[in-house]
């Protein structure tokens, strides 16, 4: 399986991006789909996640409200709509893909088999 990351950019406090996460390969292998992130210095955070068919969500407390996880299965894409952004939401933000089936969508990056690239997302105060 492999994953492409893409759709970060540099936006302005209060503003929206799309991130988007293409799936290739064996993606029957694919049981859900993760989104962290990791800031300058810091340890990667858990954001969001969903599972490949039945779209079973899980978010990290402080993104929920804020951003919503989506999947569109005819284009092997899981997407990361991120609204009101925040100067604090700055990292290079990762999708990953689990090949387990350990029900609800995990937050621990443990769970997750395999990951993209990263693509950078920028929030200007």
């Known amino acids: 399986v492999q994953l492409q990351a893409s759709g970060g950019g540099l936006v302005q406090a209060g503003g929206s991006l799309r991130l988007s996460c293409a799936a290739s390969?064996?993606?029957?292998?694919?049981?859900?789909v993760g989104w962290f992130r990791q800031a300058p210095g810091k340890e990667r955070d858990f954001v969001a996640a969903?599972?490949?068919?039945?779209?079973?969500?899980n978010y990290a407390g402080s993104m929920r409200g804020r951003f919503t996880i989506s999947r569109d299965n005819a284009k092997n894409t899981v997407y990361l709509q991120m609204n009101s952004l925040k100067p604090e939401d700055t990292a290079v933000y990762y999708c990953a893909a689990a090949a387990k089936d350990y029900g609800p969508p995990r937050g621990q990056d443990t769970a997750y088999d395999y990951w993209g690239q990263g693509t950078l997302v920028t929030v200007s105060s």
């Open positions: 390969g064996r993606t029957f292998k694919i049981y859900a």
């Open positions: 969903i599972t490949w068919t039945g779209g079973s969500t």
